[in-house]
T-cell receptor
Framework: AQSVTQPDIHITVSEGASLELRCNYS??????LFWYVQSPGQGLQLLLK??????LVQGIKGFEAEFKRSQSSFNLRKPSVHWSDAAEYFC?????????????FGGGTRLMVKP | DAGVTQSPTHLIKTRGQHVTLRCSPI?????VSWYQQVLGQGPQFIFQ???????GRGNFPDRFSARQFPNYSSELNVNALLLGDSALYLC?????????????FGQGTRLTVV
């Protein structure tokens, strides 16, 4: 069965500092990996996705993620965090041929940004 | 262009009642999926529908059902509501079975069962 683990439930960083959110997955086939962001009471916004090819993918809002097959990881990074990045971040995995449907999500990491 | 729209945005129901949630996909999208997000947790996949047929189902009891209409909109129905059904219900629409694209999520319906 597939699963996604986000080991950090909460992370606090200072504005301007770098950020890395961890994600480990277990999936029995070719994974299709995603990072979503959710502001309180809102839906999910896609930050980036990895399907194939270059293992370092760029997303919106200055985020990037690196796929490491040997470690079953897909960590999200940002070089300089802004106060507006405070939100909940979810990593997800799904079948590669289903247009991002039938996703399995991690439990999320809540990011707080100190001024 | 309108995104995925869900209605209502909030509702309160009593245990044992039935509820219907609605979703309109992005124009041109023929697949609709439903997710349940309990407070403090990640979303959990409930159903995927395409061309009015169920194409995938998560680990949810039979109290949960859904359908898709000819205009590709969808309803999620939950019978015999339990307190544990209180959650944000998210709908997502997409093209069906295409690689390297993604589903787009609505803002959700917040269901509170009292």
């Amino acid at each position: 069965a597939q699963s996604v683990t986000q080991p950090d439930i909460h992370i606090t960083v200072s504005e301007g500092a770098s950020l890395e959110l961890r994600c480990n997955y277990s999936y029995g086939a070719t994974p299709y990996l995603f990072w979503y962001v959710q502001s309180p009471g809102q839906g999910l916004q896609l930050l980036l996705k990895y399907f194939s090819g270059d293992t370092l993918v760029q997303g919106i809002k200055g985020f990037e993620a690196e796929f490491k097959r040997s470690q079953s990881s897909f960590n999200l990074r940002k070089p300089s965090v802004h106060w507006s990045d405070a939100a909940e971040y979810f990593c997800a995995v799904g079948p590669f041929n289903n247009a991002g449907n039938m996703l399995t999500f991690g439990g999320g990491t809540r990011l707080m940004v100190k001024p | 262009d309108a995104g995925v729209t869900q209605s209502p945005t909030h509702l309160i129901k009593t245990r044992g009642q039935h509820v219907t949630l609605r979703c309109s996909p992005i124009s041109g999208h023929k697949s609709v999926s439903w997710y349940q997000q309990v407070l403090g947790q990640g979303p959990q996949f409930i159903f995927q529908y395409y061309e009015k047929e169920e194409r995938g189902r998560g680990n949810f009891p039979d109290r949960f059902s859904a359908r898709q209409f000819p205009n590709y909109s969808s309803e999620l129905n939950v019978n015999a509501l339990l307190l544990g059904d209180s959650a944000l219900y998210l709908c997502a629409s997409s093209i069906f079975r295409v690689m390297n694209t993604e589903a787009f999520f609505g803002q959700g319906t917040r269901l509170t069962v009292v």
